[in-house]
């Protein structure tokens, strides 16, 4: 490749992008302090309410913990009215995770003060400089999913 990075460039970046990754999990973490899931429970609504109803194997898979810890989490959800288990119409044996108005509430509280956290952060970029910032990280996850499938 001839526009190689240098290892000292690339160490940078993993840092800033680690100390980045930490600071926006620990804000998380203080806003789910104000609801009754865990960061785990979290994470499995967001993905449940991104891709619709999924079994226990597909969000372990999403979740990319074991299937025993999932079908926990799952029951700890389904026990606080989060999320409920529903047979798929196509295949009686096949049994689907789907959320619930309190789980699908909370998510979207929790993401819409996420989304006011940044845009605090946000406030000091010019226009040009967020919308830059975006087309960046949308071109840097591209690339991460790119090298993933390898």
Do not use: C
């Amino acid at each position: 490749m001839e526009n190689e990075l240098s290892h000292d460039t690339i160490a940078e970046i993993e840092k800033r992008l680690r100390y980045i990754s930490g600071v926006i999990k620990q804000n998380g973490r203080k806003i789910l302090n104000n609801y009754p899931i865990t960061a785990p429970q979290f994470v499995a609504l967001q993905w449940l309410m991104e891709y619709g109803d999924l079994t226990i194997g597909e969000l372990s898979n999403k979740n990319g913990l074991a299937f025993s810890t999932t079908t926990d989490l799952v029951d700890r959800m389904e026990k606080n009215q989060l999320v409920k288990r529903i047979r798929d119409e196509k295949d009686r044996r096949v049994v689907r995770i789907q959320v619930l108005e309190k789980g699908k509430k909370i998510i979207k509280e929790v993401i819409k003060k996420r989304q006011d956290y940044l845009g605090e952060v946000f406030a000091n970029f010019s226009i040009d400089q967020a919308e830059d910032m975006n087309e960046l990280l949308a071109f840097l996850h591209e690339q991460m999913k790119n090298v993933s499938e390898k």
